[in-house]
Nanobody, 126 residues
Framework: VQLQASGGGAVQAGGSLRLSCTAS????????MGWFRQAPGKEREFVAA????????DYADSVKGRFAITGDNAKNTVYLQLNSLKSEDTATYYC????????????????????WGKGTLVTVSS
């Protein structure tokens, strides 16, 4: 499975961005897809995850109501819409894929995902 992430940038507080993660490879539809982030000096943390069927979605409490994760099966792409951005959302965001459908695995084992995309930097200025 290969993951190609894009869409980061600089935005003012209150603004919006959309991150994209395109998956490829023969087995990628078996995997849950999601996003993590890592701020300077902090540990990587879970942000959101989704199944390709869309029936399994979860968010970190810190982004619930502001971020939305969606999938486009035709484009093999998962999106993370970031709204009402805050300075504390500043981080490098990483796309990930893992066979685990138990979302507690995503929340509790942020460094144990099967596949990772390159990070994309989101900078929110206040």
């Amino acid at each position: 499975v290969q993951l190609q992430a894009s869409g980061g940038g600089a935005v003012q507080a209150g603004g919006s961005l959309r991150l994209s993660c395109t998956a490829s490879g023969s087995t990628f539809r078996r995997y849950m897809m999601g996003w993590f982030r890592q701020a300077p000096g902090k540990e990587r943390e879970f942000v959101a995850a989704i199944s390709w069927s869309g029936d399994n979605i979860d968010y970190a409490d810190s982004v619930k109501g502001r971020f939305a994760i969606t999938g486009d099966n035709a484009k093999n792409t998962v999106y993370l819409q970031l709204n009402s951005l805050k300075s504390e959302d500043t981080a490098t965001y990483y796309c990930a894929a893992d066979l685990a459908r138990n979302l507690n695995v995503w929340r509790l084992r942020p460094n144990a995902m099967d596949y990772w995309g390159k990070g994309t930097l989101v900078t929110v200025s206040s």
